[in-house]
């Protein structure tokens, strides 16, 4: 299972940024499908995820800016970010699993840098 994220980049406070994610196998069977980010010195957090059953989930930072999508058929994850702060500003890397005690997949990630 191999993930590949893309699309990050700079962007001004306020702006906006879509992620991209390649995926792998029957997103439709992923137990969690979706985003994580990560800054020096911090653990990985998740910022949104697809749970089996078509529950989404937001971290409340995120939420009202942040949409995650997919589309089954390409095989891709997406997360629109809207309104970006310079709080955001992290590596984000895309997460796949297939079962609760399964192995989690991740990509390279992708760095998203906001300046303020």
């Known amino acids: 299972v191999q993930l590949q994220a893309s699309g990050g980049g700079l962007v001004q406070a306020g702006g906006s940024r879509r992620l991209s994610c390649t995926a792998s196998?029957?997103?439709?069977?992923?137990?969690?499908l979706g985003w994580y980010r990560q800054t020096p010195g911090s653990q990985r957090e998740w910022v949104a995820l697809?749970?089996?059953?078509?529950?989404?989930d937001y971290a409340d930072s995120v939420k009202g800016r942040f949409t995650i999508s997919r589309d089954n058929a390409k095989k891709m994850v997406y997360l629109q970010m809207n309104n970006l702060k310079p709080e955001d500003t992290a590596v984000y890397y895309c997460?796949?699993?297939?079962?609760?005690?399964?192995?989690?997949?991740w990509g390279q990630g992708t760095l998203v840098t906001v300046s303020s």
């Open positions: 997460m796949q699993k297939f079962q609760p005690w399964g192995t989690e997949y």
């Open positions: 196998g029957n997103l439709l069977n992923s137990y969690a």
């Open positions: 697809f749970r089996r059953g078509n529950n989404i």
